[in-house]
């Protein structure tokens, strides 16, 4: 670790055992700040300074820093920064064999190929695409996530005429929605851009609102509905 991370790490520590507020913190108790720490790197990425990006990159970096403190103390199971640091090292070294083993990638999909073999290896023990997928994620990010899992389960065990070669996501799903010409959910005319794209979606919560529905939960409970389907499609490939 550098001397400025450490410098960083040790000021937690003396923060940890003299700040009264911060001796009462826990794992828990930080979720929201994390939450709220997040949103403004994002801010600061998209639409900051340079120098709001660093203040917002050092914030974060608080964050890791202040949980790593607080396991340190744990009784039953400590680890520090230290620990995290090389647990990180460890995974990003195995993750990256183009560039510290002897794998070669000469694109992005080749290293993307790569990666995903070298988490696989990693998460052997999980069952289902679904593992390691958090429901907490924003309900877009987590949409995109689980269609990215579906594509995966389809691509992993292909079925006749499933389309997968062309990108279009249909793991044999019923309930998965497809945009492929005629077929399927469409959007008239199709974005063509990811500004367009934000005008479409922009669109549609505008319905939702003049119907009175409520656009959030309406896609919550889409995704449940999804997430059952792929697990069902995986029960059928088992068996």
Excluded at 20 to 31: A, E, K, N, S, Y
Aim: a negative charge; proline letters at 5%; one cysteine or more.
């Amino acid at each position: 670790m550098t001397d400025a991370l450490r410098a960083a790490a040790d000021t937690m520590r003396t923060v940890r055992d003299r700040c009264v507020w911060t001796q009462q913190i826990g794992h828990r108790d930080l979720v929201p700040y994390l939450v709220e720490e997040s949103a403004e790197l994002i801010d600061a990425v998209e639409d900051g300074s340079r120098a709001d990006l660093r203040e917002e990159l050092g914030d974060l970096l608080w964050q890791v820093l202040f949980h790593a403190e607080i396991a340190s103390r744990d009784p039953d199971d400590p680890f520090d920064i230290d620990d995290v640091a090389r647990d990180l090292t460890d995974k990003m070294i195995r993750r990256h064999p183009h560039v510290f083993g002897g794998e070669t990638a000469q694109t992005p999909e080749q290293v993307l190929v790569l990666w995903n073999a070298a988490k696989a290896a990693e998460k052997h023990q999980r069952r289902s695409v679904l593992d390691g997928v958090s429901e907490r994620m924003p309900s877009l990010a987590l949409a995109q996530k689980l269609l990215g899992r579906a594509a995966s389960l389809a691509q992993s065990s292909p079925r006749p005429g499933d389309p997968v070669e062309t990108g279009v996501v249909d793991p044999g799903l019923d309930e998965t929605p497809r945009v492929r010409g005629g077929e399927g959910l469409r959007v008239e005319p199709a974005p063509s851009s990811e500004a367009e794209l934000g005008e479409a979606l922009l669109g549609l919560v505008a319905l939702a609102r003049a119907e009175g529905w409520d656009a959030e939960r309406a896609l919550r409970e889409r995704l449940r509905a999804l997430q059952d389907r792929i697990r069902s499609a995986e029960a059928d490939l088992e068996g």
